[in-house]
């Protein structure tokens, strides 16, 4: 199994564990076939599929998440090579200064 990162959307990033990009797309709830049109050529109008959705395969991944007082659960930190592997899925975020 690989771990794959996943963004949708530009706001929401999926991390599964799969064999190959087309499962991971499945495991994260989309259609396999999105892959197929992810590596064919931009169409139409508005935002392509490629600026929509990307999927990545991680060579890494360290994660901390801490429950919040009200119970729900939280990414409280994640390694320097796990933040650049996720945000350079979203151009848009800023990378946070490391500690």
Known sequence: ??????RIENDE?????AA???EALERAGLPGCLLLALEGPAEGRGASLQERYKVVELNHLHLRLR???NG???LYDADQ?????????????KLPAMK
């Open 1 to 6: 199994m690989n771990i794959y990162a996943i």
């Open 13 to 17: 990033t999926v991390v599964v564990a």
């Open 20 to 22: 190959n990009p087309q």
């Open 67 to 69: 429950c919040k007082p």
């Open 72 to 74: 729900d659960l939280d």
């Open 81 to 93: 090579p796990t933040y650049e592997s996720l945000f350079d899925l979203h151009p848009r975020a």
